[in-house]
């Protein structure tokens, strides 16, 4: 039995052409030699309703995710007040890549320990900018201890005169400044009895302004999870387009390292 991967490209939600024509002639194959066929949907944006027109017999969706726009971050599980990307003074890495305009100044917010934060931090360094970077964890890019980065990585911090506060996180974000506070700034006394809806401790109130001309959110990730529950949502359409099952991998699913990504495909492989 053949299995058939044809891997769908699409832009701005429109399905190309050619992955309509690789779709029809895999379908022809795999009839011939009693196989099946999986479509691979890869980027985000896809049409829901065109898919189930493809004559496969699996969707895949691979469509990856993208940075929080509000600074939603996985150590506290809120957007930051004041966070907003849509502003001209708040900016998302892809908005950065793609060239809106970053201040002088500017703060790194890195709730992600890995390497977007530190690479921004890097970037707006060689463009001659003064940066801080910020993170709720006790070391930058703690990830890259394990992949044995972190060393050189610090050196270049350093050469590079970047700035950091380690175990803080933003209270707030507003034109000009970000209002930072230390993870740890809660008493560290117990109290003798619990009592509802109180914390068993001094509650901390003491902040750190940082002075900015543009904030970069690498807080978290969002999955790209729109096509995958549509395409759920009309399993009543899945027999009549001969449509047996429909997956999500990858960053879509839950964000993840690319290691876990490409364990999703190897799983789901057989």
């Known amino acids: 039995m053949a299995s058939i991967l044809v891997v769908i490209e699409q832009r701005d939600g429109a399905i190309k052409r050619v992955s309509h024509e690789a779709l029809t002639l895999g379908r022809v194959l795999a009839d011939a030699r009693q196989g099946t066929v999986t479509a691979l949907v890869v980027g985000p944006g896809a049409d829901a309703g065109s898919l189930g027109t493809f004559g496969a017999d699996k969707v895949v969706v691979a469509v990856g995710s ?121 008493g560290y006394k117990r109290n003798a009895g619990p009592a509802l809806g109180k914390l068993p401790r001094r509650a901390g109130t003491d902040t750190t302004v940082l002075e900015c001309d543009t904030v970069i959110l690498c807080t978290g990730r969002v999955a790209n999870a729109e096509l995958f529950a549509e395409l759920k949502r009309r399993k009543s359409e899945w027999a009549k387009n001969d449509i047996k099952a429909i997956y999500h991998v990858g960053d879509c699913y839950a964000p993840r390292l690319i290691a876990d990504s490409v364990f999703d495909g190897h799983r789901l492989a057989p």
């Open 66 to 186: 993208h940075w929080a726009t509000d600074g939603l971050c996985g150590a506290t599980q809120v957007p930051i007040p004041g966070a907003d990307a849509a502003q001209p003074h708040v900016c998302t890495p892809e908005q950065v890549m793609a060239g809106k305009k970053v201040g002088n100044r500017v703060v790194v917010l890195d709730g992600d320990g890995y390497f977007t934060g530190i690479s921004m931090a890097e970037m707006m360094a060689d463009q001659g900018k003064k940066v801080t970077l910020v993170t709720q964890l006790g070391s930058l890019a703690k990830y890259t201890h394990f992949t044995l980065e972190a060393p050189n990585l610090h050196r270049m911090l350093h050469e590079k005169h970047i700035k950091d506060h380690v175990l803080h996180w933003a209270e707030s974000v507003e034109p000009g400044k970000v209002t930072i506070y230390n993870v740890y700034r809660d």
